[in-house]
């Protein structure tokens, strides 16, 4: 059986999420607070019954409450979670999976690279990916992404989430709440 490696930037996967399911429900702008990945079903549909060498989760630190991460770390990813800025802005979250792709790569023998993201910043792991023979595939929402781009064009082919979307994800509460009086 094929392998792969699953890596995911969690806030571009959450955030690009949210807004496509506000869209699907008619909401021209913003994003839906009630979508929430299922990771457990983001792993298996992503790996397409593939054997999963190894899973990586990167993100910036919720809210104590917040059980995202154990949630994960259950389905199968190793998580890795970095601090926001004073501001509240990601910090060392695109890097961080730059260098863990980059490890992996480089260490063990060549199989599919599934990165969730259409960021232009992995476009260094997706080349170091292709020169040490893996074949590498951008999985993203189509609206986190140019089809023309750099990044879409550096991969070896692009997954489009809006297809499995329905598969990915559930609904936490009923949004948007239709007021019928």
Same mark, same amino acid.
């Given at each position: @059986? ?5 890596? *995911? ?10 807004? #496509?399911? !506000? /869209? ?6 913003? &994003? ?18 593939? @054997?999963? /060498?190894?899973?990586?989760? *990167?993100?910036? /630190? ?6 995202? $991460? +154990?949630? !994960?770390?259950?389905?199968? =990813? ?6 926001? +800025? ?7 979250? &695109? %890097? ?5 792709? %980059? ?15 259409? &960021? ?8 170091? !990916?292709? +020169?040490?023979? $893996?074949? %590498?595939? @951008?999985?993203?929402? %189509?609206?986190? #992404?140019?089809?023309?781009?750099? @990044?879409?064009?550096? *991969? ?9 979307? +329905? ?5 936490? =509460? ?8």
């Amino acid at each position: @059986m094929e392998e792969c490696v699953i890596i *995911v930037d969690n806030s571009n996967v959450w955030i690009e999420g949210k807004k #496509f399911s !506000a /869209r699907e429900k008619g909401i021209k702008t913003g &994003d839906d607070p009630s979508w929430r990945i299922d990771f457990g079903k983001l792993l298996s549909t992503v790996a397409e019954k593939r @054997m999963i /060498r190894k899973a990586v989760l *990167v993100g910036s /630190r919720p809210p104590k409450e917040d059980s995202i $991460w +154990n949630a !994960a770390k259950k389905q199968g =990813f190793d998580v890795i979670v970095h601090d926001r +800025n004073a501001v509240g802005k990601e910090k060392a979250v &695109d %890097t961080e999976i730059v260098a863990q792709g %980059t490890e992996i790569i480089c260490t063990t023998p060549p199989c599919v690279l599934k990165l969730l993201s259409g &960021d232009r910043d992995f476009i260094p792991l997706i080349r170091i !990916a292709t +020169n040490r023979g $893996w074949e %590498t595939e @951008m999985w993203a929402f %189509t609206n986190a #992404f140019k089809e023309n781009g750099e @990044m879409a064009q550096t *991969v070896t082919r692009i997954k489009p989430l809006d297809q499995v979307f +329905n598969e990915i994800g559930r609904y936490e =509460f009923e949004w948007p709440i239709i007021d019928l009086h």
